[in-house]
């Protein structure tokens, strides 16, 4: 693709608007000079982010003016995987889609059609509005091993998720697997809790690697990978044994707490150590430190969400910081009141799906609770392609998901994927992923749409400034293969008319919210005082009888890890890269120049045992596969544990993009899930390392 490819659509001048490089939401302000798009930056009057733009987002214009985008459908002309494809027009590469999406819901059923999507760039709504209204109840997403244990059990719990409120100066935040000030996930902005940290806030980290900001925090508990849930209870063990619970809440707003207390028992931090790697004393010093300070938040992240427990460690911590009282505190864990537009909760149109559809959800029989969430597990989704069990899945509808690296067990997903009999791709380039597909759907990038933000508290407006090719955007094509289905009436004719219909309950049009730009709703703490929990006790279940009913453990539990000793002496986990968002953005210069190649970290000692040197190109194996990534030797780590870069493929490669080479996922399975929402264990896997033979 060359730059006339690329036209602009707004006037010279610097323009507002929102980032979504990553799934972050900088407020952003974009140069436009000489009819061309200059400067990416910051922008200082956004309260998200007040100016701060990281590595990603100034990478933004790399992304697109980049030479490497796809700007026609492309129709497979040789066998699939073999990036063999020709241009087509939209007209021919929608009707091919939605024949073949007509097809297999005559032929097999709408249950066959398996919808995907990857990180959610503000059209995830849409793609469940889609797929409700043609019926198929399976939608496929990263949510098991991403943001979904939180929400779910925030919701199984009291009825609500939470967010930590910064701006309420908490006097600690527990950051629990979590990285903030590199991910900036879900529209909380790490520099969000650096600025708290400035103005006297403490930090808690557990973490298996002495980060940056374990490095800034008072204390630091280095958690065995995947030891998570018995810390958390172990921690929850400590306060109730010193009476440093918060009576009141309990009595007043709980359920179960007596039966807590004796649950905990078995989980005392002398107990623990073997599972969690902490030593005692550090235990009750953290947990005591976070139980008296007089508010303090939890920032929950993937750390402790790819693991078998990922669902108990999200409730563990939400009742500890509910018997501290930190729920809904000014300054802890505030239950959000989300903007009352056609939005996240309304815009999927649930009810259109038919009663009868939802039972045949993919994997409900095994994980209730991410099916009462709306998703498909993955593994169902491979068994259904390959085995035709329960049904077969025959198509795939793919939006914005590089499903052959980012999921567990890539060699079966590959599989999975070769197998099907039709599979449409839509993303910004020719990922391993759309490479395997029958047709792919070129689409715009951030900069290429109008769309409303939604964040916990506040709606957003992003501009569509330039045009890529002939590149359309989700929602476009979304509702261009709705009319072809019949489901037109369910859409929108036009992307303005659809902002306008979403924002009209709040009184606004696009157009206002743009001028607008941010619009918050006000935080306010302890509702449950006069409305209680949206629960259906009224109260906030420590017990979760619910859970019971559907056969799984009311109170939190601790489950080890299925070890395999036999692939190795070290417990493997990953992190995510400052410079990259998943598997994206290796084809993007500046960045790549960051972080050339894969790495994975051992310890020193490690290091010395295999004779591996520092930058050395090492083979990192497990499961009977083996990937090869570049050794960092680093003391930041305990000498049994490695870390290894996720979700690794080359876009220089052609093709196939080598996505065997040193894509971690290989290496990891998925028959270790947890019951509830069948998270994938990314933590804590036994591997080996040694140096490359001939390197
Ligand atoms: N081992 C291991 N595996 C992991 C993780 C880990 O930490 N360790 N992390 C997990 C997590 S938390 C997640 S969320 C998943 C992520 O897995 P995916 O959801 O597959 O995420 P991405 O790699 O971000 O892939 C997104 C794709 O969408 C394309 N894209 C970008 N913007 C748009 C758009 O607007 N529209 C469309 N149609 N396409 C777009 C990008 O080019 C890219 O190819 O991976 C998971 N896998
Ligand atoms: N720059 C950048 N930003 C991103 C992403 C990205 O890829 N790059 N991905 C986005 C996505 S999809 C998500 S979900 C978020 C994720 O953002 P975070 O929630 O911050 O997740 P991670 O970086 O995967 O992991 C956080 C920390 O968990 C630690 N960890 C590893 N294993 C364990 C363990 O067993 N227990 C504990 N307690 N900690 C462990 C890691 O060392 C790491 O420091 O970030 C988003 N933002
Ligand atoms: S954190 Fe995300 S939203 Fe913010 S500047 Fe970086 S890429 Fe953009
Ligand atoms: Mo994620």
Same mark, same amino acid.
């Given at each position: 693709m060359t730059d006339p490819e690329v036209t602009t659509l707004v006037e010279d001048g610097v323009h507002r608007t929102v980032c979504r490089m990553c799934h972050g939401g900088c407020g952003a302000l974009v140069d436009v000079r000489g009819g061309r798009l200059t400067r990416v930056e910051g922008d200082?009057?956004?309260?998200?982010?007040?100016g701060f733009l990281c590595a990603k987002g100034r990478a933004s214009l790399d992304q697109l003016?980049? /030479?490497?985008? %796809?700007t026609r459908p492309l129709l497979r002309?040789?066998?699939? +995987?073999?990036g063999s494809f020709r241009p087509i027009g939209w007209e021919e590469a929608l009707d091919r889609v939605a024949d073949a999406l007509d097809r297999t819901r005559t032929r097999h +059923?709408?249950?066959s059609l398996v919808v995907a999507q990857g990180t !959610?760039?503000?059209y995830q709504e849409w793609l469940f509005r889609f797929a409700n209204s043609y019926g198929t109840p399976n939608v496929l997403g990263p949510a098991h091993v991403c943001f979904y244990p939180r929400v779910m059990a925030g919701i199984l719990t009291m009825g609500a998720f939470t967010f930590c409120d910064y701006e309420g100066s908490p006097d600690v935040v527990l950051l629990w697997g979590c990285n903030k000030s590199m991910t900036h996930g879900d529209g909380v902005i790490g520099t969000r809790l650096l600025d708290a940290v400035r103005r006297g806030t403490r930090m808690i980290v557990v973490d298996p690697r002495r980060t940056a900001l374990a490095n800034r925090a008072q204390h630091h508990l280095p958690v065995r990978p995947g030891g998570d849930a018995a810390l958390a209870l172990a921690m929850i063990h400590t306060v109730i044994e010193a009476d440093a619970y918060d009576h009141d809440f309990v009595r007043d707003h709980t359920v179960g707490f007596e039966d807590l207390a004796d649950h905990v028992a078995a989980y005392a931090p002398e107990k623990t150590e073997h599972l969690t790697g902490v030593r005692a004393a550090d235990v009750r010093e953290a947990a005591l430190a976070y139980a008296s300070a007089p508010a303090a938040a939890i920032e929950l992240g993937?750390?402790?969400?790819?693991? *078998?427990?990922s669902f108990h460690v999200s409730r563990a911590l939400a009742i500890l910081s509910a018997i501290c009282g930190n729920i809904d505190r000014r300054g802890g864990d505030v239950i959000f009141e989300p903007p009352g537009?056609? +939005? *996240? *909760?309304? %815009?999927?149109?649930?009810?259109? %799906?038919?009663?009868?559809?939802?039972?045949? *959800?993919?994997g409900a029989d095994r994980h209730r609770i991410l099916s009462m969430a709306g998703w498909a597990h993955p593994r169902a989704v491979w068994d259904a392609i390959l &085995?035709?069990?329960p049904y077969p899945v025959t198509t795939m509808l793919v939006h914005g998901s590089n499903l052959l690296v980012n999921y567990a067990d890539s060699d079966r997903v590959h599989a999975a994927l070769d197998s099907l009999g039709f599979l449409a791709v839509a993303d910004l380039y020719l990922t391993p992923t759309a490479a395997m597909a029958d047709i792919v759907l070129p689409v715009g990038g951030w900069l290429e749409r109008d769309q409303i933000v939604e964040h916990a508290h506040y709606v957003a407006a992003r501009r569509r400034f330039a045009q890529v090719g002939e590149c359309r955007s989700d929602e476009e094509i979304l509702s261009g293969l709705a009319t072809r289905l019949g %489901?037109? !009436?369910? $859409?929108?004719?036009?992307t303005a008319d659809s902002l306008d219909a979403r924002l009209a309950p709040i009184g606004m049009d696009f157009k206002a919210l743009t001028d607008q730009h941010y619009r918050a709703t006000p935080l306010t703490y302890e509702k449950y005082r006069t409305q209680? $929990? #949206?629960?259906r006790s009224g109260r906030f279940n420590i017990r979760c009888d619910a859970l019971r009913a559907f056969g799984y453990a009311p109170l939190p539990v601790h489950r080890p890890v299925a070890e395999r000793p036999e692939d190795g002496p070290y417990l493997l986990t990953s992190a995510h890269s400052p410079f990259f968002f998943n598997s994206e953005f290796r084809n993007l210069g500046p960045l790549r120049a960051k972080e050339p190649d894969p790495v994975v970290e051992l310890h020193p000692e490690a290091a010395a045992r295999e004779g591996v040197q520092d930058g050395a190109w090492v083979l990192v194996s497990a499961r009977g596969r083996t990937v090869r990534m570049r050794a960092r030797v680093t003391d /930041?780590? #305990?000498? &049994?544990v490695v870390v290894a870069a996720a979700t690794w493929w080359y876009p220089e490669r052609g093709a196939d993009g080598g996505w065997r080479e040193s894509n971690l996922n290989r290496l990891t399975g998925d028959d270790d899930e947890n019951e509830e929402m069948g998270s994938s264990n990314f933590r804590g896997i036994r591997c080996a390392v040694r140096p490359e033979p001939d390197a």
């Open positions: 200082p009057d956004n309260p998200n982010n007040r003016y980049g /030479t490497d985008r %796809l002309t040789g066998p699939r +995987g073999s +059923g709408p249950e !959610d760039r503000n993937t750390g402790a969400q790819q693991n *078998r427990n537009i056609i +939005g *996240r *909760r309304t %815009l999927p149109l649930t009810e259109a %799906l038919p009663t009868e559809q939802h039972p045949k *959800r993919l &085995d035709h069990r %489901l037109g !009436d369910t $859409f929108w004719d036009t209680g $929990f #949206a629960t /930041t780590i #305990a000498p &049994d």
